[in-house]
């Protein structure tokens, strides 16, 4: 049986960044360029005004001089002609710098009278000047490919016009709910039956992690209705199962799967909960089951899945990195597999400090929706006591930590 760090590199390694679509540049955030940029032009194209004052020559000018206003220059108008000697063109941030002039002395050094100004400092040349090409020259890589657009990076793409950006595909991901207790969404409840609840969670979990979802109806447990679907689900580039992958009689989905001629990679893994989940592949798709247990599914989707689906993303670190937290609770690990345990996280002092958000039994929903992360205890004997340096998986940003309240 792998352990988890064995499991997710096999998981991780049979996933491959898909081909590349070109998008809008709204539909670009998100996403992940699929190739570098380069940029076509030097940004700011010409010297311009970083402030809004005179355009005047340093080298004519004194504390004190006296110069008559000849022209005014607006943002998007550039000068036809080129300064005159010894005067000053009213210049606005954004500007070009007219011919001629090479410093800018903004309104609040000046004194204005009529059409001629005083200076109330000695100039530089240079001064309040932004250079042409200083943020971008031509042929600069201004974005590197894998990386995540944000509208800094629209920024970017808009300023060099460009309208078509290069993103690595999104995974079509089909979810199959597998159980003969499924219900779905409108339909009677019947004693023994339970609603589907993986299906829409896993496929929300998918949209998060940049997947596309394509939820399949339900699988019943019988043999011929199942392989019908999983061969549906085949057709996308990732098949995630939920239940129906432990021993029971009706646990179907592998032998269905081999049948349909997938390679299982592994069957089960050393954590807890999410021990029965299953991982094979096709030469098209990647077929991951989890346990039906709703917990389990979405802790194991988590760790396994959303790196995955991050790497055929484009994304350059699928695995999102861990916080370290300290215990502020002892907690007594397993000896045969690393414990997924649901923490609060809370900041005192200068510690973050994980505490149980209740109930563990993999049964309780409520304490993987109070959760802050997924604390990652390691196989061991001892308790460990108070205050142990712990890994944890985050699911929320730091600054939505409910910290248990
Ligand atoms: P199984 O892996 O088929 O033995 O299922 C384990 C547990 O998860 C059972 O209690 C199932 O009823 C439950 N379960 C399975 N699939 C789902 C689902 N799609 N939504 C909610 N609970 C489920
Ligand atoms: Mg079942």
């Not at 800018?104 to 100004?117: G, N, Y």
């Not at 989905?253 to 081999?258: G, S, Y």
């Not at 993999?362 to 304490?367: L, P």
């Amino acid at each position: 049986m792998p352990t988890f760090a064995e499991a997710r590199d096999l998981v991780l390694n049979s996933a491959t960044p898909l081909g590349v679509e070109v998008v809008g540049l709204l539909d670009a955030c998100g996403r992940v360029l699929a190739t570098d940029q380069i940029s076509n032009w030097d940004l700011p194209m010409w010297d311009n005004s970083a402030m809004d004052g005179f355009a005047v020559r340093a080298q004519e000018c004194r504390e004190g001089s006296v110069l008559p206003v000849v022209g005014f220059l607006p943002a998007g108008r550039a000068a036809t002609q080129a300064l005159e000697a010894g005067s000053a063109a009213r210049i606005l941030t954004g500007a070009p710098i007219p011919p001629g002039s090479d410093c800018v002395v903004p309104f609040e050094l000046t004194q204005e009278h009529h059409d001629s100004i005083r200076l109330l400092t000695q100039p530089r040349a240079g001064d309040h000047i932004r250079r042409k090409g200083s943020d971008l020259r031509v042929g600069d890589r201004v974005l590197a490919a894998g990386t995540l657009i944000r509208p800094s990076e629209i920024a970017i793409f808009a300023s060099l016009a460009i309208a078509g950006v290069p993103v690595t595909r999104r995974p079509q991901v089909a979810i199959l709910s597998t159980g003969d207790e499924l219900l779905r969404p409108g339909d009677p409840l019947e004693p023994g039956r339970i609603f589907d609840s993986n299906g829409p969670a896993l496929a929300a979990a998918v949209l998060e992690a940049g997947g596309t979802p394509i939820i399949l109806p339900i699988a019943r447990d019988d043999p011929a209705a199942l392989r019908q679907q999983l061969q549906q689900g085949l057709r996308a580039d990732v098949l995630v199962t939920s239940a129906g992958v432990s021993t029971g009689d009706r646990d179907l989905v592998r032998a269905t799967l081999a049948e349909l001629g997938a390679q299982e990679v592994f069957w089960k893994v050393a954590i807890q909960p999410g021990r029965p989940m299953a991982f094979a592949v096709t030469e098209e798709c990647r077929i991951i089951s989890l346990p039906g247990n709703p917990v389990a599914a979405l802790l194991t989707f988590e760790l396994f899945v959303r790196p995955a689906l991050r790497r055929m993303g484009g994304h350059r670190r699928p695995i999102e990195a861990t916080i370290r937290a300290t215990l502020g609770e002892s907690v007594r690990p397993r000896s045969d597999r690393m414990t997924l345990r649901r923490v609060c996280l809370e900041q005192i002092g200068d510690q973050l400090v994980a505490t149980s958000s209740g109930q563990q039994a993999t049964g309780y929903v409520q304490t993987l929706v109070r959760a802050d992360g997924i604390a990652l205890i390691p196989v061991g004997i001892d308790p460990l006591p108070v205050g142990t340096v712990v890994e944890v998986h985050p699911l929320r940003k730091s600054g939505d930590f409910s910290g248990g309240n």
